[in-house]
T-cell receptor
């Protein structure tokens, strides 16, 4: 009954490949996110998405693209993987986004991506 | 740009002592300040949060204080235990390019020595 679940937990792939990470939340939240955590443990937001708006962190390469089939899912597609993409990717969700932020983030368990 | 600064990056304390982690933020419009704990190999989990209409909040051994004028907030852990060892992240809502994002500090690795 995990609230935010993402798959796979581990992903090892070669440079140049295309891969996807899936995320689902059963909390009824209306906003979902992808965060990247690098080897130094920095947590950086990549995307936030609700049914109205996709907000992209300007530092994210356009090889990364979120896809949301419905409000409970936000998948992450990565094209032409590079060595520097190796990191842990966390999906998260919250009830309300925007300036009236009043709901904490709930994180998934993370996907450790290793690009060789 | 808008950011959240967190100090110290590492902190070692003896079991039973107190630990204090401090953060500053740049956006005076920020109104929500959560703290997350991340144990090794696990996901960040919310431990306490505070909104801008209060100056302090306590939950057992954990407390958070907020000074809106100075734009800083702190996490206080009293009577530390080995299981408090983890990386702690502060966060704040920051505005930029017309949107509001929860932005994290760079984390503090807390080690509680038995």
């Amino acid at each position: 009954d995990t609230a935010v679940s993402q798959t796979p937990k581990y992903l090892v792939t070669q440079m140049g490949n295309d891969k996807s990470i899936k995320c689902e939340q059963n909390l009824g939240h209306d906003t979902m996110y992808w965060y990247k955590q690098d080897s130094k443990k920095f947590l950086k937001i990549m995307f936030s998405y609700n049914n109205k708006e996709l907000i992209i962190n300007e530092t994210v390469p356009n090889r990364f693209s979120p896809k949301s089939p419905d409000k409970a899912h936000l998948n992450l597609h990565i094209n032409s993987l590079e060595l520097g993409d190796s990191a842990v990717y966390f999906c998260a969700s919250s009830r309300t986004g925007g300036s009236s932020y009043n709901s904490p983030l709930h994180f998934g368990n993370g996907t450790r991506l290793t690009v060789t | 740009g808008e950011n959240v600064e967190q100090h110290p990056s590492t902190l070692s304390v003896q079991e039973g002592d107190s630990a204090v982690i401090k953060c500053t933020y740049s956006d005076s419009a920020s109104n929500y300040f959560p703290w997350y704990k991340q144990e090794l190999g696990k996901r960040p989990q919310l431990i306490i949060d505070i909104r801008s209409n209060v100056g302090e909040k306590k939950d057992q051994r954990i407390a958070v204080t907020l000074n809106k004028t100075a734009k800083h907030f702190s996490l206080h852990i009293t009577e530390t235990q080995p299981e408090d060892s983890a990386v702690y992240f502060c966060a704040a809502i920051l505005s930029g390019a017309g949107s509001y994002q929860l932005t994290f500090g760079k984390g503090t690795k807390l080690s509680v020595i038995p």
